[in-house]
């Protein structure tokens, strides 16, 4: 995948200035920056997940870069969740994975429950609603249907003090039953191994 990278400042509440590259081609700074994209595409591969699901579509950066690792793995689909349409599906055109994601309009966790009920999937990467009450919801739906050896993933545990909350409190009650592992970027991402 080609992206011409753009550096953007962030400043963290403790006034800790960081520069992230986003990605000239998705116009808005709300994707994950291109190293996620880079570990997402690389942790699928590594991986290779039956199923994908995905909460936060936005433009689809995230979304590009676990379908092109499930289309190198030649196995599996991306669900892909949002409330709004930023225009993904055109993206997901131009970087060849349209027939390797499905893309959902709909409130998570509501919607997210209906696809996972239904659907094989043992792959999942949150970066929808940002509050606590909605990940914590989120996890507990893909507790329910996801079995051991799947794996939860998610942005911004360092970011949002809710989100890393929501995941600490998740993982404490369903003790012994989840590897927790937190890359320690600027924005944070969490990745939840189901053990039993
Ligand atoms: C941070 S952006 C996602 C960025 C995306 N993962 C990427 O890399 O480009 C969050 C997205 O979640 C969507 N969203 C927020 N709350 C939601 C909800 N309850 N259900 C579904 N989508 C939601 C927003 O519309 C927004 O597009």
Sequence with gaps: MKIIEKIRELTNKDNKTWEQPIARKFFRPMAVEIETGQFLYGLVRAVKPTNAVETGTFEGFSAVNIAQALKDNKKGMLWTIDCQDYGAQKIFDNYKVKAWINPVLGFSPAILKEIVSREDIDFAFLDGEH???????????????????????????????????????????????????IITTFAGIFVLRKIH
């Design 131 to 181: 509050t606590g009450n909605a990940v914590l919801a989120e996890l507990e739906i893909l507790h329910e249907y996801f079995k051991a050896g799947s794996y939860i993933t998610g942005h911004d545990y360092i970011r949002y003090d809710e989100i890393k909350q929501a995941v600490d409190n998740f993982v404490s009650k369903h003790q012994g039953e989840y590897e927790k592992t």
